[in-house]
C-alpha cells in the first residue's frame, strides 16, 4: 500500500513506504570528499614553485638536486627548478644560493628562437 503526502508543497513523495535515503547520503558523501580532494590538490600544486639555484662557485663535483620531476644534475651551471620550500631548504644546505624565480624570467636562450 502507497499512503500520499496530504501536504500541497510535497506532492511528489509519498507518507508510506518513507523513501530510502542512504544513496543520496553516500552520493553527497562522495560528492564532499571529492571536493576536499581537490582542495588537497590544489593546495599542494601551489606549494611547488619555480626557484633559480645557482651552484656553490667552487663547485668541482657534480651532485643531484631533487626536483618535482625527480633528480637534476647540478655542476656550474643555474639551473630554474620547481621545487617545493623543503627541496629549496635542501638545495641551500647542498651549498647552493636558491631564489624564487620571477615570472618572465628564463635561463639561456628562449626555446622559440627563430635562426634569421
Not at 627548478?81 to 618572465?104: F, T, Y
Request: net charge neutral; with cysteine; proline share 5%.
Amino acid at each position: 500500500m502507497k499512503v500520499p503526502t496530504f501536504d500541497a508543497s510535497q506532492t511528489t513523495e509519498l507518507a508510506w513506504p518513507v523513501r530510502d535515503r542512504t544513496l543520496a547520503r553516500l552520493q553527497n558523501m562522495e560528492q564532499e570528499a571529492r571536493r576536499q580532494a581537490h582542495i588537497k590538490r590544489q593546495e599542494e600544486i601551489a606549494r611547488w614553485k619555480r626557484y633559480v639555484v645557482t651552484p656553490p662557485t667552487n663547485n668541482t663535483a657534480m651532485f643531484t638536486i631533487a626536483h618535482q620531476g625527480g633528480d637534476a644534475g647540478v655542476y656550474r651551471d643555474v639551473q630554474i627548478l620547481i621545487l617545493s620550500p623543503e627541496l629549496a631548504e635542501a638545495a641551500r644546505e647542498k651549498g647552493c644560493q636558491v631564489r624564487l624565480a620571477a615570472d618572465n624570467e628564463t635561463i639561456g636562450l628562449p626555446t622559440a628562437v627563430g635562426v634569421i
